[in-house]
């Protein structure tokens, strides 16, 4: 077993209880998965916002070229 194997084995079995228990972990989970959900909500709004600063007709295609 190689040196950092055996740390991580050893802070396990020393530190049993600073885990993330599944149910700690399905909870962050759930925590990432409601704030990637807002980050995408507001992005969405915000693009819908500068559409609609646009005048009509404009801002449906976005030119990257360079």
């Known amino acids: ?3 950092s194997s055996f740390l991580i ?3 396990f ?3 049993p209880n600073e ?8 909870e962050m ?5 409601d704030a990637q959900r807002g980050l ?3 992005l969405e709004r915000s693009i819908a916002e500068q559409k609609a600063a ?3 007709g404009q801002g449906e295609h976005l030119d990257v070229t360079v």
């Open 1 to 3: 077993m190689s040196d």
């Open 13 to 15: 079995v020393i530190r």
């Open 40 to 42: 995408v909500e507001m």
């Open 54 to 56: 646009l005048p009509f």
């Open 29 to 33: 989970q759930k925590e990432l998965d």
């Open 19 to 26: 885990r993330p228990q599944p149910t700690q972990q399905s």
């Open 9 to 11: 084995a050893e802070s």
